[in-house]
C-alpha cells in the first residue's frame, strides 16, 4: 500500500481507513464512470478535487489495448506527473492526499486529492472570442511563450500529458492578466505518462493535440513559429531545418483530428 496525507487530510482523517474516507466524500460530481469518479469537494472553506479510482478490470484493459489506448489504471500516473513537475518547476496542482493499494493493475483502488487552483479561467475559454477581439500583440506572444516553455519543460522533465491541450492549461485570474504579469498552470494529468525521457512519438502526439486545440482562436503563422522557437529553445532557422518532417506532420494530423471534430463534435 502507498499512502501520502498532508493538511487537513492527515488531521482529519487521523485514526481512519483513508480509502473508505475518500469514498465517502461528497461534492459536486465532474464525472462518473465505472472505475472512476472526479468530484469537487470543500473542507474548512477550501476547494479539493477527489478522483478515485477503482480498477476497471482485465477486459477494460484488454479493450484498451486492443484499440491502442494505454488505460488509466490509477491515480500513480497523476501523483508521479505532477512530482516531476514540480521538481522541474512547472507549475501545476498540489497533491494534499494520495493512496494506492492492491497488487492486481486491473483492481486496483486509489485516489489523489489536489488543491483548487482558483480563481482561474482555461486558456480555451480566455481565448474564445480571439479572432473577433484580438487580445494585446504583446500579452498574446507572452502567453505563446509561456506555453512553449511549459510544455517544452514538461517533455524534458520526462513527462508527455497525453490530453495536451489548452483547456488543460489554468490561467490565474487573482490579479489582472498582464503580459508582464501573469501566472499559468496545467492540469488534468490523470493520463499522463512518466519515464526518463519522453519516446517521440508521445512528444509528437503532445504537440499534434495543442495544435488541434489551438486552431480556431486565431494564430497567425508567426505566432506558431514563435512557439516552435520557444519549445524547442533553438534558432527557427536550425528548427526548421531540423524538425521539417514533424512539422508537416503536425499540419496533416491537426487537420485530422479538426477534421473528425467537424463530423463527431467534441467527442475525440
Known sequence: MKLMLAEPFASLWAGQDPFSAAEALQGQVYRELEGRRTLRTEVAGRGYFVKIHRGIGWGEVAKNLASAKL????AGQE???IGRLTEAGIATMTAVAYGERGLNPAQQ??????????PTISLEDYSLDWRNTPPPVALKRALIAEVASMVGGMHRAGVNHRDCYIC???LHTATPVRADAFKLSVIDLHRAQTRAAVPRRWRNKDLAALYFSALDI???RRDLLRFLRGYFRQPLRQVLAEE????????????SLYARKLRYGDAL
Do not use: Q
Open 71 to 74: 488505460p488509466v489504471l490509477g
Open 79 to 81: 501523483y508521479r506527473a
Open 109 to 118: 483502488h486509489s485516489f489523489i486529492i489536489t488543491e483548487e487552483l482558483a
Open 168 to 170: 488543460h492549461f489554468l
Open 218 to 220: 486565431g494564430l497567425t
Open 244 to 255: 521539417a518532417r514533424l512539422l508537416a506532420w503536425l499540419e496533416r494530423k491537426a487537420a
